[in-house]
């Protein structure tokens, strides 16, 4: 007996981008593992790693917002059930609202930000969630958030795309002025955006991650047949590659691709006449790593039409 289903095979089709027959055979090899079955079709040199990450499916909004003097700032995504209501213009300032209750808090957990009251009207983020909640009809949920807030000189800077499907926070370190900053972190943070990095730079990269790549590729250089000789160089070509993709400093400016970040990066700095270091970022992408409810679109206008009285 099979210990999958039809919807894992098309699940795992959705995740890796390699055909049915292909995935069904990786669950079976696998005994339904779906971790291990996408290791596998990775090993067989059919699935990229940018195509483990899960499928966004949540509705909602991602929110960032940068305090005035550019120290302080957050990203918060903030979940509704359809998109109808995710760009309402009450949802959209309840999710305002929470960043900025979020911002002037000390709250380091979404259980805190939940007990925090607004300063305007008194009302905690959670008593403002229920009455929302109750008013739209639909489930709202704070699902996450990132704080930073920068010791020292330097700015953060944020960039949001597609009208919150995406959001961004990047912390820039540097003695120079923060408005000749400016346009360095607004477009390292378009390419976050883009390319979805991992981590900075190569010492940021977690070495049992790096080990676990390392074994794929061996794996995928075998199954290609290649010798044991040169599968040691093939693999160490290969992490390079690996590491253009996770790094942001090491990936190609999307702006240039005949420049990498990180000389990007340098080149502000020699005319700045200062240092300049990119210490953090945050990407959220809206609903990544939750499964969202099959609607059809007459159904979800239906379900909204039931809330109008």
Known sequence: MANFTNQDVMKLREQTGVGMMDCKKALVETNGNFEEAIKYLREKGMASAAKKASRVAAEGLVKCLVSADKKTAVAVEVNCETDFVARSE?????????????????????????EVSCKEC????????????????EKISLRRFTKFALKGNGLISSYIHMGGKIGVLAELKSDA??????????N????????????????????????????????????????????GKMVEGRIHKYYKEVCLLEQEYVRDSALSVKQVVADTAKKLG???????????EMGEGIEK????FVDEIAEQLKNIK
């Open 90 to 114: 009450q949802f959209v300032s309840l999710v305002d609202k929470i960043a900025a209750i979020i911002l002037g808090s000390n709250a380091k957990t979404v259980e805190e930000v939940l």
């Open 122 to 137: 008194g009302k905690t983020v959670n008593v403002l969630i229920a009455e929302a909640t109750a008013a739209i009809g």
């Open 177 to 186: 002025k923060q408005e000749d900053l400016q346009e360095l972190a607004f």
């Open 274 to 284: 200062a240092d300049i270091t990119v210490t953090r970022f945050v990407r959220y």
């Open 188 to 231: 390292v943070c378009m390419q976050i955006a883009a390319s979805k990095p991992q981590v900075v730079n190569i010492a940021d990269v977690d070495a049992s991650q790096l080990e676990a790549e390392k074994e794929i590729l061996t794996v995928q250089a075998r199954n290609e047949g290649k010798p044991e000789a040169i599968i």
């Open 293 to 296: 409810r099959v609607d059809n």
